[in-house]
């Protein structure tokens, strides 16, 4: 069966079965910043797995870095985000609430929530820049000289590095580096639960090339990306590539498409690919006074790298990841959710599952469950019908449930059921390890 699936359905589960919580959730929260409870951590550090494992480890041409958050005001200067990382904002005269001008229309007046902002009788005034990044201030004095963003985006820590890696590595044009990490951004209409937050996390590889080069490394970048997701489990009819028009393009954008998922709130950004050409090194070196460029020993010309940039959230993909593997169907007579998660992606692999317990069955699958534990991350539950134990798995998207029953204790035998087909198959214990690897690997 496949269900509707409604945000409020997987905020609800997402909650329930400690995939997340809202931050500061005993004090009233805090708005648009989300913690994530044990299952759900697991889940999003599958999910960067999965693409660093993708975009580094079995790549010979990308290389990974992990830059500090805070870093020289200038490099911000340098990048552009101190003049224009900006939304315009109007203010309500009545209300004092602040909206975003280009977006009133999608806003609801505060105290006529019928209506837009300023057509409740209430004045607007001109719109006023208002700069999305976080200030603070490094050291014990809070004086303008020691002010200090949390950085917005991790690409620039990346660019900042170009010459570190390059010498310090033996790459050689076209590659790339990697970055994953916290980005911040006081966004002035965060919502729709992990999609826009204040606080995420981003996944960003920036890849060098040869000007001339660019557009064909561009296209690469659009097709792997886009297939990634396809890889891990997302619906193909629920992905899109939507090229930017030229009036949307970012300052430093040469060409940009988004990879689109159809949300429970209508189709949004997943992930941004950009041709950010030789913008960002040429910046730098400007505002640093550091030669910025890349020899080429075989065509012996010496060049600035332009940079196509896929650029993806941890939050983002982990939401689509979760809203796509929602499912429902009835057992019982009762409506009961499954997440069907790629194995890969799944927070919890396996469940280990004593049919009884008496006979030596409990011990037996405490054995089984420290050698599984050596590999990936399982339950054991021993509470209630076998049936509510598999549902209980269901719904966090467990892949395998092991169950150990009076004739594992006979001929070292287990059953091993399937999530989505429901299947149950005997596997000798020693081939339970071989088997899930080659489940979850696929
Ligand atoms: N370096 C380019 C860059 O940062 P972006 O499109 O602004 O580009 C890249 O961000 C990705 O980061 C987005 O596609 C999205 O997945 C994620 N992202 C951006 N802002 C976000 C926010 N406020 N909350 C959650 N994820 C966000």
């Known amino acids: 069966m496949s269900a509707t699936v409604t945000m409020e359905k997987v905020v609800n589960l997402a909650k329930r079965r400690g995939f997340t919580f809202q931050s500061s959730e005993i004090y009233g929260g805090l708005a648009s910043c989300w913690d994530y409870g044990p299952i759900g951590v697991e889940l999003k550090r599958n999910v960067k797995e999965a693409w660093w494992r993708d975009m580094v480890r079995r790549r010979s041409d990308i ?55 300023g057509e409740c009788g209430g004045e607007l005034t001109e719109a006023r820049q208002f700069n999305l990044m976080f200030k603070t201030f490094m050291g014990p004095v809070e004086e303008d000289a020691n002010v200090v963003f949390m950085r917005p985006e991790t690409a620039q820590g990346i660019f900042v590095n170009f010459l570190n890696v390059l010498n310090s590595s033996r790459q050689k044009v076209p590659f790339g580096i990697a970055q994953v990490g916290k980005s911040f951004r006081n966004e002035i209409t965060p919502g729709n639960f992990l999609f826009r937050t204040r606080e995420f996390e981003q996944m960003e590889m920036e890849f060098f090339v040869k000007p001339g080069d660019d557009e064909r490394w561009f296209q690469y970048w659009l097709d792997e990306r886009f297939n990634w997701y396809i890889r ?51 910046r730098h070196a400007e505002y640093s006074g550091k030669e910025i460029s890349y020899f080429d020993e075989e065509s012996k010309e010496r060049f600035v790298p332009y940079v196509i940039e896929p650029a993806a959230g941890a939050d983002r993909a982990t939401l689509a990841f979760l809203v ?3 499912d429902e169907d009835e057992a019982e007579g009762e409506t009961r959710a499954v997440l069907r998660f790629h194995p890969r992606l799944a927070p919890v692999k396996a469940a280990v599952l004593p049919l009884l317990r008496k006979d030596g069955q409990p011990e037996k699958a405490k054995q089984i469950l420290d050698i ?13 019908s076998i049936g509510r134990r598999y549902r209980r798995q269901d719904e966090i998207g ?5 169950t150990i029953d009076h004739q594992t204790m006979q001929d070292d035998t287990v059953t091993l059921r399937d999530r989505d087909s429901m299947q149950q198959e005997r596997i000798p214990l020693d081939r339970l390890v071989d088997e899930l690897k080659r489940r979850i690997e696929i």
């Open 372 to 384: 599984l534990k050596q590999h990936w991350v399982v339950q054991y539950d021993q509470a209630g």
């Open 63 to 117: 290389v990974g870095i992990d830059c500090a958050i805070l870093m020289h005001p200038r490099v911000w200067e340098a990048s552009g985000h101190v003049a224009g990382f900006t939304d315009p904002l109007v203010d309500c005269k009545k209300c004092k609430q602040r909206f975003r001008a280009d977006k009133l229309a999608d806003a609801q007046c505060p105290e006529k929530p019928s209506k837009h902002p």
């Open 398 to 402: 467990t892949p395998f449930g092991i």
């Open 324 to 326: 796509d593997a929602y």
């Open 232 to 282: 891990h489990g997302i619906r193909r009819e629920r992905l899109r590539l939507r090229q930017h028009a030229a009036d949307e393009l970012a300052h430093y954008a040469k060409g940009c498409a988004d990879v689109e998922y159809e949300f429970p709130f209508g189709w949004s950004e997943l992930e941004g690919i950009a041709n950010r050409t030789d913008f960002d090194l040429k």
